[in-house]
């Protein structure tokens, strides 16, 4: 069935830093790609919105500059967290919405949990 | 904007027994999607259940079912029978039934912890 693959899954870095976590589309081409950050214990919340070649569209407070997506073709979609910081600590999950015919409304990544030391 | 709103923080239920997670939400659209999401410690997000708005009929998945009320914006998570493994993170989410450049996206709302005691 139609999955989303998010690499890598943990990742630790020195603040200052730049870190790449890309989710790729196996099995279906995903135009869109969603990007959620979740603090323990709280919800997720949606970073930004890619669509496939063109220009993100980022929720209101999240720093374009910072976090910074890539979706150059239909199967893969990339966050970079730019000079990253402890304050960036957190959990990033992507997904993509569902194909045709599928029961899932969408394909999530099984996340990135990100530590900045 | 939609929202949707959680607001039971924590929930606990023994073993075997049947708990009700609560759901509002808040919208001026008349198609849309509700969903149940499940996410335990390992933190992947897993689909209870789904709810289409246009449809009167409670969605019901085995030990899982909903009550949608379309009117008081309401859509509760009734979870029958519990078992230890469903100690989880329990989202609802609200999903637009139109098209566009957001086709897809899911408003979550808070999450409600739920323990499980043997």
Redo the contacts between chains.
Sequence with gaps: GAVVSQHPSWVICKSGTSVKIECRSLDFQATTMFWYRQFPKQSLMLMATSNEGSKATYEQGVEKDKFLINHASLTLSTLTVTSAHPEDSSFYICSAPSIAGSNQPQHFGDGTRLSIL | AQTVTQSQPEMSVQEAETVTLSCTYDTSESDY?L?WYKQPP????I?VI?QEAYKQQNATENRFSVNFQKAAKSFSLKISDSQLGDAA?Y?CAY?SGGGG???????????T?LTVHP
Excluded: P, V
Aim: aromatic share 22%; charged share 15%; proline share 0%.
């Design positions: 999607y969903f390992s933190r992947q997000m689909l789904r993170m989202f999903r450049t957001s086709y897809g996206k899911l408003t979550f709302g808070q999450g912890i």
